[in-house]
């Protein structure tokens, strides 16, 4: 059997897929084919991936004993309401919004509202019929982080590991001026979804966009072609729910998406496979991931500190940036700046519930910190490897050793082991679970 699963693994290695499929019988099925055939088809992770030994298989059904506890409890809407989103712990990743089959969750105001009449706000009858799908989706209610784990690097992150695991830190830039001159940072990111649409990998990408009220009223957007790729480019500092975009990718029949997004989406992505929630799951061709400590309330930071304490029209900023100070680069040259202290007390509460600086289930992980120019490039599973590698050998990223600038993988690691030290519950809890009316 051992051989099969070789074969198999090595024959998906060589047509270049994350996903596998499950080398053979499970525990004693080998005499109910129907059985077996079901167990061949649930797709696997491959831990080692394309360029590596086949690795340990696991299948979704070790996923699903590991979280029969949870599924007896049978959770959805109300407890995903109760729990998550009266506290304010609710990210607005949108994956529960995304997910549900009778399509009730409506997104207003970065959190999800339940829309069915008969069911009132805080209750679901669906839900107590049986669906759990919402809640299954959830990160924040239930993070899987362990199984994740499991499934991505054959192993779970250690204490210590505060910016996950990973194989490789390295400086990257895109070699191109218009990839450069539309990214925040080195336009990593931007060239590998350029590069990955260019070679087929990808059909479409999930990203944050300008919106047609402007640049700086950016919206979840499905990335199609190079111009929608670049347009996207640059950094919101504001929440965008990425996740959202799905939808429409799969109203378009695209079935390779590149999920772009902070950690709080990212493990989204993760969550849609662990939870078997294949309809878009199986979309998920690389998932790129966005350091991120917090993200600013858009009244209090855009409208409130921005245009009207500082009386800057949002119209007229071509570029912020964030380096230990809040940067605002203006259409006529001028540089303003706001220290970062001035800025926190417009983030918002929900990131402060959120422990992952470094965006640690991406298949590669990005950031600015402290560098002009060039992205701190995180390379952590084998897929996000061969990407990179792969971009770097045709000439459309360059690189530099990640020791040309210690400071920079030090201040990652400074920030990933502060943000460890946030709860990821309010202590009062229970006590605003309580105000929810029944
Ligand atoms: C909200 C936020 C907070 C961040 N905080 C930090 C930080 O504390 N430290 C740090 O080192 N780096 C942080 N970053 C990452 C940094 O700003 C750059 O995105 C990163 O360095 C990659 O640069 P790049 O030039 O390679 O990316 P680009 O080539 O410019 O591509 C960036 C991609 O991010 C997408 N995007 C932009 N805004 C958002 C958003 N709000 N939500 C989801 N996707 C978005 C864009 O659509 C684009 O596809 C943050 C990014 C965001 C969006
Ligand atoms: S964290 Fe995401 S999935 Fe959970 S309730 Fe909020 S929007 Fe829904
Ligand atoms: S701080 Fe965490 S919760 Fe907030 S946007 Fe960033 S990744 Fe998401």
Request: charge should be neutral; hydrophobic fraction near 35%.
């Amino acid at each position: 059997m051992c051989s099969i699963r070789k074969l198999l693994s090595d024959l998906g290695n060589l047509l270049g897929t994350t996903y596998l499929w499950h080398g053979g019988p499970a525990r004693g099925q080998a005499a109910n084919f129907s059985a077996w055939w079901a167990d061949f088809r649930t797709p696997c992770y491959n831990v080692e991936g394309r360029h590596g030994r086949p690795g340990r298989l696991r299948s979704l059904q070790d996923f699903e004993e590991e979280r029969t506890l949870s599924a007896a409890a049978k959770r959805h809407w109300r407890h995903l309401y109760e729990e998550i989103v009266a506290t304010n712990v609710c990210s607005g990743c949108a994956g529960c919004v995304v997910v549900c089959p009778r399509d009730i969750l409506d997104y207003v105001d970065g959190k999800p509202v339940q829309t069915h009449e008969e069911s009132g706000p805080y209750d679901c009858i669906f839900g107590q019929k049986g669906c759990t799908v919402c809640a299954d989706a959830c990160p924040r209610l239930d993070p899987e982080s362990a199984a994740i784990e499991q499934m991505l690097f054959g192993r779970e992150r250690l204490p210590e590991e505060y910016a996950g695991i990973w194989r490789r830190i390295v400086l990257a830039r895109s070699t191109q001026d218009r990839v450069r001159s539309a990214a925040q940072d080195g336009g990593v990111v931007t060239q590998l979804l350029l590069w990955g649409l260019r070679k087929g990998l990808i059909d479409g990408a999930l990203v944050a966009g300008p919106s047609g009220r402007g640049k700086w009223y950016p919206e979840p957007l499905l990335a199609r072609t190079e111009e929608d790729i670049l347009r996207a480019g640059g950094s919101w500092y504001t929440y965008v729910a990425n996740p959202l975009a799905i939808k429409q990718a799969v109203k378009e029949g695209l079935e390779r998406l590149a999920f772009v997004g902070t950690g709080c989406q990212t493990i989204l992505s993760r969550k849609l496979f662990v939870r078997n929630l294949k309809r878009y799951s199986k979309r998920i061709a690389i998932t790129i991931g966005l350091l991120c400590s917090e993200t600013f309330d858009f009244d209090a930071f855009m409208e409130g500190k921005i245009r009207q304490e500082l009386g800057i029209g949002l119209e007229r900023i071509k570029k912020i940036n964030i380096k230990g100070r809040v940067i605002l680069y203006l259409d006529n040259g001028d540089v303003r700046e706001i220290p970062l202290k001035e800025a926190r007390p417009t983030a918002r509460e929900q990131c402060h519930y959120c422990q992952d600086f470094a965006a640690e289930h991406a298949d590669i992980s990005l950031g600015g910190i402290g560098l002009d120019g060039w992205t701190l490039t995180v390379i952590r599973t084998p897929l996000g490897q061969q990407w990179f590698d792969e971009a770097v050998a045709e000439g459309v990223l360059e690189t530099r050793p990640a020791e040309d600038d210690p400071k920079s993988v030090e201040l990652l690691m400074k920030l990933a082991k502060k943000q460890r030290a946030r709860p990821t519950r309010p202590e009062q809890e229970r006590e605003g679970a309580a105000l929810i009316p029944h």
